[in-house]
């Protein structure tokens, strides 16, 4: 089949006629939306709608965050002939999703940053659709928790990182990419009890009593054992998902700005993701991919298999989960 259609098949981005199933056009050329999915700002009839929001203000290290989007997007092509793998349905066949484009900004006007990212993701959930979004450096997560929290109420966070990002700011007008989890613990959107990070490896004394599973215990314990206590913690409470892309271990994901030894393997990362199957996940985002550091291009590839995971997770929520 695949063969047959990707004679007649290509820029689906554009063409394609409909939000759900597989896409069999060759993978090295047409337009590169997220998996092929529909560019489209009509949230008709759909699920889900990733977006990207091409940020970079202020990494710690290296930039080129901005282009995280768009190489996640061409890194997908190569996923989208196929069902994601390990899960009992076909997300990309059973769920309506799009690309619903990036973010318009003025890269001139970093402080209506900010509140241009919530409005954005606010017009997505009031469609009564999910956001994934493709970003950008993290501080992206702050403002978008905003709108999901008005949605929701406090949300639980399900952070993947290196870093906890919640080190002290009170400077609720600063874009750090570093302390926007504290802000948004000390303004009451997430909900510190309930929430985890996983694969910490660097210090913060004061972590907000955010629950801490750093990437020693994950090596330690293994990474079924940890997707069962990440559960335990979030109960069935409302999820927003983070994804930095450098809680992955350097050398998986040595395209971005703050890489860390130590980290997570890919294999690690996806045993997590699958077996947290059933958590009230409402959202999610990949992050800090700066392809300019990695030419294998490695890094924009796990960036698409997590987004796809997101992905994944809320289909669970919808197809499978009463």
Not at 20 to 35: C, D, H, I, R, W
Not at 195 to 223: F, H, K, M, W
Not at 235 to 249: A, K, M, N, Q, T
Request: hydrophobic share 40%.
């Amino acid at each position: 089949m695949a063969l047959e259609d990707a004679k007649n098949q290509v820029d689906e981005a554009f063409t394609n006629p409909d939000l759900k199933g597989l896409s069999y056009e060759n993978t090295f050329g047409g337009a590169t939306s997220f998996l092929r999915r529909l560019y489209t700002k009509d949230l008709t009839g759909a699920d889900i709608a990733v977006t990207g929001v091409p940020f970079d203000q202020a990494v710690t290290n290296r930039p080129g965050t901005r282009l995280g989007p768009r190489a996640i997007r061409e890194a997908s092509a190569l996923q989208s002939p196929d069902a994601p793998y390990g899960w009992p349905f076909d997300a990309l066949s059973e769920l309506a999703i799009v690309d619903y484009g990036d973010m318009a900004y003025d890269y001139a006007n970093i402080p209506a940053f900010p509140d241009t990212l919530t409005d954005h993701i606010r017009t997505i959930l009031k469609a009564d659709v999910a956001s994934v979004t493709l970003g950008g450096d993290h501080y992206v997560s702050f403002p978008i928790l905003k709108a999901y929290a008005e949605k929701y109420g406090p949300m639980s966070l399900l952070q993947f990182d290196a870093h906890t990002d919640t080190w002290a700011d009170d400077d609720m007008s600063r874009v750090d990419h570093g302390t926007m989890f504290y802000k948004a613990v000390k303004s009451g959107i997430v909900d510190p009890k309930h929430s985890v990070q996983v694969g910490i490896r660097t210090t913060n004394e004061d972590t907000l009593g955010v629950n801490i599973i750093d990437a020693r215990e994950v090596y330690e314990s293994g990474p079924a054992a940890v997707a069962q206590k990440i559960k335990g913690i979030l109960g069935d409470r409302p999820v927003y998902l983070s994804f930095d892309i450098d809680g992955l271990d350097p050398a998986f994901a040595p395209g971005t700005g703050t890489p860390v030894w130590g980290g997570l393997s890919s294999i690690q990362a996806q045993i997590i993701l699958r077996d947290i199957a059933g958590i009230n996940i409402k959202g999610g985002d990949v992050v800090e991919v700066s392809p300019p550091y990695d030419t294998s291009g490695a890094t924009a590839i796990a960036g698409a298999h997590v987004a796809t995971q997101i992905i994944c997770l809320l289909g669970w929520n919808k197809l499978v989960k009463p």
